[in-house]
């Protein structure tokens, strides 16, 4: 059975890409100029994605509706099923907003999981207007009810499908120890940081983590160099006249000082480290955010 459902949501990917690609298109097109709005519905705001946090909400009601169209109570069902339905709004924009910074596999599973959910609101909200109207048979919006919920649920699935394997909107940097002692900095062949290009990335290495070191004046800051948003090479990132670091895939900016975020798609602080000195080189360690 798993192995079952693991080929019959890998397959929708045939059509899922080409469909993903055209609804790509559009939908950057349309956050490009509203991108304060767009990191809004991200969640970076909030330091957390909306959407997978919203989406309970609808699945909950819709499953409160069923329970009360079967014990009779009809009435209490509409305003279940009403509630799931604006919230079902809410899921689906918020949605929107983190599709349009999806790449490559990850693009394509979304595709199928959001196509899954649009039908599913399709037809939940023809069981809620038959329900306002009057004139459809209680039964029939019970059905629909029940083909909605089950199709709500379908896409739940590839949703955790989009998380679990693919990762997407999950912190690059969640199982990586926040680290207390100093470690070598590896600066490959430049013997004085002073001598950095001004405002320019450079890549370079502590121990197993690969850093960009960025002078700006007399000041030499240090973030790892793997985004957090969707592990963007930010050594090929571009600094921004107010001191932030963006990553050159989907634009995201961290502050240098301290990987604040400071702009969106990513909705998680970026590792930042300490730069020190030594009779050796140059050492490292990552900032808590307590010291940022």
Request: aromatic share 8%; with cysteine.
């Amino acid at each position: 059975m798993r192995h079952w459902l693991i080929d019959l949501v890998a397959w929708q990917d045939r059509w899922a890409r080409p469909f993903g690609e055209f609804n790509h298109r559009w939908l950057a097109t349309l956050f490009r100029p509203i991108r304060p709005v767009k990191d809004f519905l991200n969640g970076s705001w909030l330091g957390h994605p909306i959407h997978p946090a919203v989406t309970d909400v609808p699945i909950g009601a819709f499953i409160v509706a069923l329970v009360l169209d079967l014990v009779g109570q009809a009435d209490a069902a509409l305003v279940a099923l009403v509630v799931g339905q604006v919230t079902f709004v809410v899921a689906l924009v918020t949605g929107l907003a983190d599709f349009a910074d999806a790449d490559g596999s990850a693009r394509a599973r979304a595709t199928t999981h959001g196509t899954i959910m649009f039908v599913a609101g399709f037809v939940t909200a023809s069981s809620m207007i038959g329900r306002m109207s009057g004139v459809v048979d209680p039964t029939v919006t019970t059905s629909l009810l029940v083909i909605g919920l089950v199709l709500v649920l379908a896409g739940a699935f590839v949703g955790g499908d989009l998380v679990f394997v693919f990762g997407n909107m999950v912190s690059r940097h969640a199982f990586r120890g926040a680290g207390t002692k100093w470690i070598a900095l590896d600066t490959g062949g430049v013997a004085d940081l002073a001598d950095l290009p001004e405002s320019t990335p450079t890549k370079m290495r502590a121990g197993i983590n690969d850093l960009v070191v960025v002078r700006i004046g007399d000041a030499v800051h240090a973030l790892h160099a793997v985004c957090a948003h969707a592990g963007g090479p930010l050594e090929k990132g571009t600094v921004t006249p107010d001191g932030c670091l963006q990553c050159p895939w989907h634009g995201t900016r961290y502050q240098l000082a301290d990987g604040t975020l400071r702009r969106g798609p990513a909705v998680y602080d970026q590792p930042a480290y300490e730069v020190r000195s030594t009779e050796t080189g140059y050492e490292v360690r990552r900032r808590s955010r307590a010291s940022a």
